[in-house]
């Protein structure tokens, strides 16, 4: 089975600046039939479900801010905020789908304001 | 308007059974692949079985011959059976749509149903 590992477990970042979180995926999601990383990270906030940020690990769902960007591919993957808001506050997850199939998530990284 | 509303949780002795409900709204459930995600208190997120638009189902180790998802397109719903409810299942349920325009990824979600195991 695929396992998903995140860094760091935690983060604090002041307002307007940058925060990034990484995703490491023990094998590749890069499906070479389409060239496509299935690979999406979604945000959480205090008792709400998870809400869809990326996907195709790169690629921002509708209504999403442009702050949110997500790269990498194959098995390291990045979750980039570059100004961080205060609604920005909450848990964030990395999740791949390969084949059988397997919806793996990440153990998230919570963030906070410095 | 687009939604997912699920229901059915509640409090149950180890051992038992449950069924859980996942109402959809704006979209047929039939024509695209549902799946159920759970979160234990204060840990992440699990994914637990899925049903693809061909009827197809799928289940994590965790939960494989103990739950069985199905649907009823009449009711446009998706239920998740729990049989042989253990403590560890102990969760909040979301029912998501796995986008299939989203790479499988799970665009829309329910607010969720809290299952507690306990005596």
């Known amino acids: 089975d695929i396992v998903m590992t995140q860094s760091p477990d935690s983060l604090a970042v002041s307002l307007g600046e940058r925060a990034t979180i990484n995703c490491k995926s023990s094998q590749s999601v890069l499906y070479s039939s389409n060239n496509k990383n299935y690979l999406a990270w979604y945000q959480q906030k205090p008792g709400q479900p998870p809400k869809l940020l990326i996907y195709?690990?790169?690629t921002r769902e509708s209504g999403v801010p442009e702050r949110f960007s997500g790269s990498g591919s194959g098995t390291d993957f990045t979750l980039t905020i570059t100004s961080l808001q205060a609604e920005d506050v909450a848990v964030y997850f990395c999740q791949q789908f390969f084949g059988t199939p397997s919806f793996t998530f990440g153990p998230g990284t919570k963030v906070d304001i410095k | 308007e687009v939604q997912l509303v699920e229901s059915g949780g509640g409090l149950i002795q180890p051992g038992g059974s449950l069924r859980l409900s996942c109402a959809a709204s704006g979209f047929t459930v039939s024509s695209n692949f549902m799946t159920w995600v759970r979160q234990a208190p204060g840990k992440g997120l699990e994914w637990v079985s899925v049903?693809?638009?061909?009827?197809?189902?799928y289940y994590a180790d965790s939960v494989k011959g103990r739950f069985t998802i199905s649907r009823d397109s009449s009711k446009n719903t998706v239920y998740l059976q729990m049989n042989s409810l253990r403590a560890e299942d102990t969760a909040v349920y979301y029912c998501?749509?796995?986008?299939?325009?989203?790479?499988?990824?799970?665009?829309?979600w329910g607010q969720g149903t809290m299952v507690t195991v306990s005596s």
């Open positions: 049903i693809y638009s061909g009827g197809s189902t």
């Open positions: 998501a749509r796995t986008g299939l325009l989203t790479g499988y990824a799970f665009d829309i």
């Open positions: 195709w690990a790169s």
